[in-house]
């Protein structure tokens, strides 16, 4: 990502941090760490008095998934299933032209879903950290239980398994040698 790229696209999130941040009574905080000489705006971290993210803007920094701050990755930025399995979904970044003015979109990708878009009023943040309506849809989903196979009050007969596996013998008969028993009535 060339240098003006990420003077876009920092200063655009980090006003639009500020901004989302002070309407919610919060006073953000901004650093630019360059962790193992990265350039400068391929991490912004943002910190207010509750909590903190960690804007992952290119490939430059790998996100840390225990840090003190909840990682946010721009679209170039890749994770693996594996990560999208045991963390339920990860936030990502985006600024979208709207006539001359850039908007900050929050997105959340979840494993086998496509990734939802948000503008940031409609995101929050709780006691998980930065949630959008498909996170709320995400966690609802994996606290409920699944559903019944069968429509409640009709239970599908299912025969025992001495039935299912062919001709069984009553407990405590053999059959007669030489003969099958089946389709033979009185026969036991």
């Given at each position: 990502?060339?240098?003006?790229?990420?003077?876009?696209?920092?200063g655009?999130?980090?006003?639009?941090?500020?901004?989302?941040?002070?309407?919610?009574?919060?006073?953000?905080?901004?650093?630019?760490?360059?962790?193992d000489?990265?350039?400068i705006?391929?991490?912004?971290?943002?910190q207010?008095?509750?909590?903190?993210?960690?804007?992952?803007?290119?490939?430059?920094?790998?996100?840390?998934?225990?840090?003190?701050?909840e990682?946010?990755?721009?679209?170039?930025?890749?994770?693996?299933?594996?990560?999208?399995?045991r963390?339920?979904?990860?936030?990502?970044?985006?600024?979208?032209?709207?006539?001359?003015?850039?908007?900050?979109r929050?997105?959340?990708e979840?494993?086998?879903?496509?990734?939802?878009?948000?503008?940031?009023?409609?995101?929050?943040?709780?006691?998980?950290?930065?949630?959008?309506?498909?996170?709320?849809?995400?966690i609802?989903?994996?606290?409920t239980?699944?559903?019944?196979?069968w429509?409640?009050?009709?239970?599908?007969?299912?025969?025992?398994?001495?039935?299912?596996?062919?001709?069984?013998?009553?407990?405590?008969?053999?059959?007669?040698?030489?003969?099958?028993?089946?389709?033979?009535?009185?026969?036991w």
């Amino acid at each position: 990502m060339h240098n003006f790229e990420h003077t876009d696209l920092t200063g655009n999130v980090k006003s639009a941090a500020a901004a989302w941040l002070h309407g919610r009574g919060e006073q953000a905080r901004f650093d630019y760490p360059q962790p193992d000489g990265a350039p400068i705006g391929s991490v912004v971290d943002i910190q207010w008095r509750r909590g903190g993210l960690r804007v992952h803007l290119d490939q430059a920094v790998t996100p840390q998934w225990d840090a003190d701050t909840e990682p946010v990755l721009g679209v170039s930025v890749p994770v693996d299933r594996d990560t999208l399995i045991r963390r339920w979904y990860v936030h990502r970044v985006r600024l979208d032209s709207e006539g001359t003015a850039r908007r900050v979109r929050i997105g959340t990708e979840a494993f086998a879903r496509s990734t939802e878009w948000f503008g940031l009023e409609e995101c929050e943040m709780t006691e998980r950290g930065l949630s959008t309506p498909a996170v709320e849809r995400i966690i609802r989903a994996r606290r409920t239980p699944p559903p019944s196979q069968w429509p409640a009050g009709k239970t599908k007969k299912v025969p025992a398994p001495q039935a299912r596996a062919g001709p069984a013998e009553p407990p405590g008969r053999r059959p007669q040698a030489g003969v099958s028993g089946v389709g033979e009535p009185g026969l036991w």
